[in-house]
């Protein structure tokens, strides 16, 4: 039973004082066996932001342990950067415990969800560009953390500025959805975000990847141009961070979402 179920129970009568105040307390803390790690599972109510398991380093049981639990409670994690070789047990795991399992293309984040319960949408949208098909796997890192935080993701992949032609009607299809902010996912010398944010007047967060080859390898290249732009209108985040990408363009559209329901 998660904060919302038991507020509701309380204020419906279905729990006195003493038994609400039980089951927060019990709630506010959770720790997974042997004491492998302290979920935030007041994270969601708290900033909007859900849990996310950094896979990296982690030894693949120890990720599926973690997952179980904070699917158990929140019905759903995102989980990123799990290691390619660990990426189909991890899955199957998952899975024999009847969880529904979301993997990005070209990516080793994945969305878990508990079957038994379906996540709301919040109203809000948001566009996710990538200049290349490497860029892919960051862009879905995006796009599983906004559709985890209840966001509609608008895609489209390979517009980069090597072929403008592309990038238009992409454009053009975000901006008629309606989409609360744009993250544009651009490696090489990452000017697709700068372009894109000259264009539109929505929020646009750039995420530099490390793809490219020569002076500007590793995405320095690409950070270094989108944080030199003019174009006003656009954040950037660390290179290669689809996570914080998702999270911060999913937290200003889910802002105008609030707004456009509520009127």
Do not use: W
Not at 63 to 81: D, E, F, P, T, Y
Not at 106 to 128: C, P
Not at 159 to 179: F, K, N, Q, T
């Amino acid at each position: 039973m998660d904060l919302k179920d038991i507020l509701q129970q309380f204020a419906k009568g279905e729990l006195d004082l003493s038994e609400a105040q039980k089951q927060i307390s019990i709630h506010s803390i959770e720790h997974v066996k042997n004491n492998i790690a302290k979920l935030d599972i007041g994270r969601d109510l708290r900033k909007g932001v859900p849990e996310v398991v950094f896979g990296e380093g982690k030894d693949y049981r120890d990720i599926i342990r973690i997952v179980l639990s904070a699917v158990k409670i929140k019905g759903s994690v995102v989980v990123s950067r799990i290691r390619r070789e660990e990426l189909p047990m991890i899955c199957k795991a998952l899975k024999d415990k009847n969880k529904h399992v979301q993997i990005g293309k070209r990516s080793t984040t994945i969305l878990v969800k508990d079957k038994l319960k379906a996540s709301g949408r919040t109203g809000g949208k948001i566009g996710i560009l990538s200049a290349g098909t490497s860029d892919m796997g960051v862009a879905e890192e995006a796009r599983l953390t906004a559709e985890a935080m209840g966001c509609v993701a608008i895609v489209h992949y390979d517009v980069g500025i090597a072929g403008m032609h592309r990038l238009l009607p992409a454009m053009e299809d975000m901006i008629s959805a309606g989409v609360g902010a744009i993250v544009v996912v651009a490696g090489m010398e990452g000017a697709l975000a700068s372009v894109v944010s000259s264009m539109v007047n929505v929020p646009v967060v750039g995420v530099p990847t490390s793809i490219g080859y020569g002076f500007g390898s590793a995405g320095i290249g690409a950070l270094s141009c989108m944080l030199q732009s003019c174009a006003l209108g656009l954040a950037v985040v660390n290179i290669d961070n689809g996570v914080g990408a998702g999270a911060f363009a999913a937290l200003i559209a889910n802002r105008a979402g609030e707004k456009l329901y509520n009127r």
